[in-house]
């Protein structure tokens, strides 16, 4: 089955900086990755995903990519503010199988 | 639009019991899966109900069981519960062919 890793597991930023969480995936058949960002005793809530046929997807401050021959995907969160404080949650799932596997999570500290 | 309903959003239990834990999906949705989150791990995947049959399931005991009823809702069963069923149980709702998963803030269930 798929196996996602997902680094660092903690990340301290000041604000205004980038921030960068990388995870690499086990199964070439996967082709969907999403991103979830999850906030203290709150639901996980879907921030941006990519499919395989994109290498990178960006939205606002938010910007992910793929490098499907090395398998791996990256979050890149660009002018980093307080509220991106949260534990980040990257997944990968082939088409026409129906679960995500999640990485481990990294928890994100944006300090004012 | 009402997001993804869960309940109860604690539990209380004892080992040897039995669970059900509630799962309305977003409007418009017909998918339902669910997923448990052990403290400080990312989500685990543990089956997903479409027309109300379980489609796809993880790598879960059958003490887990689960039902989708006609109006898309769910319900999750765990029986003879043990201590490491402690968990946050996430469930989460999509359209049928649609990979993006919207989560509810899930129930907190201890097992004591």
């Known amino acids: 089955g798929e196996n996602v890793e997902q680094h660092p597991s903690t990340l301290s930023v000041q604000e205004g900086d980038s921030a960068v969480i990388k995870c690499t995936y086990s199964?070439?058949?996967?082709?969907?990755f999403p991103w979830y960002k999850q906030e203290l005793g709150k639901r996980p809530q879907l921030i941006i995903d990519?499919?395989?046929?994109?290498g990178e997807k960006k939205d606002q401050r938010i910007a992910v990519t793929l490098n499907k021959t090395a398998k791996h995907f990256s979050l890149h969160i660009t002018e980093t503010q307080p509220e991106d404080s949260a534990v980040y949650f990257c997944?990968?799932?082939?088409?026409?199988?129906?679960?995500?596997?999640f990485g481990s999570g990294t928890r994100l500290q944006v300090q004012p | 639009d009402a997001g993804v309903t869960q309940s109860p959003t604690h539990l209380i239990k004892t080992r040897g019991q039995q669970v059900t834990l509630r799962c309305s999906p977003k409007?418009?949705?017909?998918?339902v899966s669910w997923y448990q989150q052990a403290l400080g791990q990312g989500p685990q995947f543990i089956f997903q109900?479409?027309?109300?049959?379980?489609?796809q399931r993880g790598n879960f005991p059958d003490r887990f069981s689960g039902h989708q009823f006609p109006n898309y809702s769910s319900e999750l069963n765990v029986n003879a519960l043990l201590l490491g069923d402690s968990a946050l149980y996430l469930c989460?709702?999509?359209?049928?062919?649609?990979?993006?998963?919207?989560f509810g803030s899930g129930t907190q269930l201890s097992v004591l």
């Open positions: 989460a709702s999509s359209r049928q062919g649609n990979e993006k998963l919207f």
């Open positions: 199964d070439s058949a996967s082709n969907y």
């Open positions: 990519i499919r395989s046929n994109v």
């Open positions: 997944a990968a799932s082939q088409r026409g199988r129906r679960a995500l596997t």
């Open positions: 409007s418009g949705h017909d998918t």
């Open positions: 109900y479409y027309e109300e049959e379980e489609r």
